[in-house]
């Protein structure tokens, strides 16, 4: 059976691709959970449209993040958190977490797959955290504060 993808599955597809599926998966499990809509010459049309638009609202992103690069790499985000005396943080610090600082002290929105974050930050303390938009690759400061 032929459906489109409301979103990204693992090992289906992608957001808003048409994909081939079993009957029963389809119409017991990916119909049923919103996930996926069967496959007409009006929900491609749509879905194609709508497709369009994400891709050129994520460019319009990128392209705004790529200007203000430097502005975004110039600048120290601060994030409080509640930590113990030996600086260890009570819950970690995400990317969720750095795309917020960011937005809230630059008024920059950040695509979380922009941010490459090797493993959550765990301490009080300044940190260098890759930021790779397009091919340049530059270092953004945060610094963590114990609350």
Same mark, same amino acid.
């Given at each position: 059976?032929?459906?489109?993808?409301?979103?990204d599955?693992?090992?289906?597809?992608?957001?808003?691709?048409? =994909?081939?599926?079993?009957?029963?998966?389809a119409?017991?499990?990916l119909?049923?959970?919103?996930?996926?809509?069967? #496959?007409?010459?009006?929900?491609?049309?749509?879905?194609?449209?709508?497709?369009? =638009?994400? =891709?050129?609202?994520?460019?319009?992103?990128?392209?705004?993040?790529?200007?203000?690069?430097?502005?975004?790499?110039?600048?120290?985000?601060? +994030?409080?958190?509640? #930590?113990?005396?030996?600086?260890?943080?009570?819950?970690?610090?995400?990317?969720?977490? +750095?795309?917020?600082? =960011?937005k #809230?002290q630059?008024? +920059?929105?950040?695509?979380?797959?922009?941010?490459?974050?090797?493993?959550?930050?765990k @301490?009080?303390?300044?940190?260098?955290?890759?930021?790779?938009?397009?091919d @340049?690759?530059?270092?953004?400061?945060?610094?963590?504060? #114990?609350?």
């Amino acid at each position: 059976m032929k459906i489109v993808l409301l979103k990204d599955l693992h090992k289906v597809g992608r957001k808003y691709d048409v =994909v081939d599926v079993a009957d029963g998966f389809a119409l017991n499990s990916l119909i049923p959970s919103k996930s996926a809509e069967a #496959a007409t010459a009006s929900t491609i049309a749509r879905y194609n449209k709508l497709r369009e =638009v994400e =891709v050129a609202a994520r460019a319009a992103i990128e392209e705004e993040v790529f200007s203000k690069l430097d502005v975004i790499t110039g600048n120290t985000y601060e +994030i409080t958190a509640k #930590a113990n005396e030996q600086g260890h943080l009570f819950a970690a610090i995400h990317k969720d977490e +750095i795309i917020a600082a =960011v937005k #809230a002290q630059a008024g +920059i929105n950040l695509d979380p797959s922009y941010l490459h974050l090797d493993a959550a930050l765990k @301490q009080v303390g300044t940190f260098e955290v890759p930021l790779k938009v397009r091919d @340049q690759e530059k270092m953004i400061t945060v610094e963590i504060k #114990a609350a």
